[in-house]
C-alpha cells in the first residue's frame, strides 16, 4: 500500500521476505519508528531495520502450530512500545528498541481491525465484532463494546477512526458505531444494511472510515457512499458509487475510484 512521504525517492537497496498469497487480501502495512522500519515475514517473525537497511534485531513469538497458520499482523506505536495484535487471537506488547516481549494475553477470537492509540491505551476490533479497549502498561482489558455479530466470515476489514474524545468503527454488517473513548459508552449507531446482510457478511466490502472536520466518509461495494454526522450519526448525504477503496478529502472535494475504474470527483459538502 501507499504511505505518505515527503522526500526523494531514491532506491538504496531492498530486503526479500517470505511471500504472502493473500497480500491483496490482509493489506499489511510497516510501521515507521524514528528512522526505522518494522514488518513481519509470512511466519509472523517481526523485525526491526534501520535506514541502511541493517537488522537491529528480529523475534518471533508464536510456537510450531501458530507458524503454520501464518498469523497476520497489525501494527502500532506508543512511544517505545510496539503493540501487536493479530488473527490467531494474540496480542502483546514489544520493547521497540530491543525486541524485548514485555506481555502478551489471548483473546477469545482473532482481531479483524487496525489498531487505535490514545493516551495509554489501545482499541481494537475482534471478529465478534466486538471493540475492546486495552491498556497498553499490561494488556489488561479496560471495557468492551459488543455490536451485533454476522453469521458468517466476513473478508471485510474492520476500520477504526478516533475524534477528540469518541472512536468509530463499522463493523462486519456495516453498521457506524460511535463509543467514548474513556467509558465505552455507546454514543449512537446507525445501520446501513438491511437485516438480511448478517448471513451473509462475506458479500459487503466496506472501504476504511475517513474523518475530515465533522463528517465521516466511507463507501462500499454496495453502491453507496456516505457522508455521517459525527455528532448525531445522521446521514448527511447518500451518493451511488461503489468502492471499497480508502477515499481522500482535499479541501472541498473528496477523490474515490470505483470498483469498474472510474475516478470520482465529489462535492463534500452535497
Not at 462500499?220 to 459525527?230: C, G, H, L, M, P
Not at 455528532?231 to 451518493?239: M, P, V, Y
Amino acid at each position: 500500500g501507499e504511505l505518505a512521504y515527503e522526500g526523494i525517492l531514491e532506491k538504496i537497496g531492498k530486503y526479500n521476505f517470505s511471500k504472502f498469497n493473500d497480500f491483496d487480501f490482509i493489506n499489511p502495512s510497516p510501521l515507521f519508528y524514528n528512522k526505522n522500519l518494522v514488518f513481519y515475514d509470512n511466519n509472523g517473525k517481526i523485525t526491526l531495520y534501520d535506514e541502511n537497511q541493517k537488522i537491529l534485531w528480529k523475534n518471533n513469538f508464536y510456537n510450531k502450530s501458530e507458524k503454520k497458520i501464518k498469523p497476520r499482523l497489525n501494527f502500532a506505536a506508543k512511544n517505545n512500545i510496539l503493540i501487536v495484535t493479530d488473527d490467531v487471537a494474540k496480542y502483546y506488547a514489544i520493547d521497540i528498541d530491543t525486541g524485548e516481549l514485555l506481555w502478551t494475553k489471548t483473546n477469545i477470537v482473532p482481531f479483524n481491525s487496525n489498531i487505535k492509540i490514545k493516551d495509554n491505551f489501545f482499541y481494537v476490533v475482534d471478529y465478534k465484532n466486538i471493540l475492546r479497549c486495552i491498556s497498553i502498561k499490561d494488556g489488561s482489558e479496560i471495557w468492551n463494546l459488543k455490536t451485533e455479530e454476522s453469521l458468517t466470515r466476513s473478508s471485510t476489514r474492520i476500520s477504526t477512526v478516533i475524534k477528540n474524545e469518541n472512536i468509530y468503527f463499522n463493523n462486519t454488517i456495516g453498521d457506524i458505531t460511535a463509543v467514548n473513548l474513556k467509558s465505552g459508552r455507546l454514543i449512537w449507531q446507525l445501520p446501513t444494511q438491511s437485516n438480511n446482510i448478517s448471513k451473509n457478511a462475506f458479500q459487503l466490502s466496506n472501504s476504511e472510515l475517513v474523518i475530515n472536520e465533522n463528517t465521516i466518509f466511507f463507501s462500499n461495494n454496495k453502491n453507496e457512499f456516505y457522508s455521517i454526522d459525527t455528532a448525531t450519526g445522521l446521514i448527511n448525504w447518500k451518493t451511488k458509487i461503489s468502492s471499497d477503496l480508502k477515499p481522500v478529502v482535499i479541501g472541498k472535494l473528496i477523490i474515490t475510484i470505483s470498483e469498474k475504474g472510474y475516478l470520482y470527483i465529489i462535492d463534500k459538502k452535497s
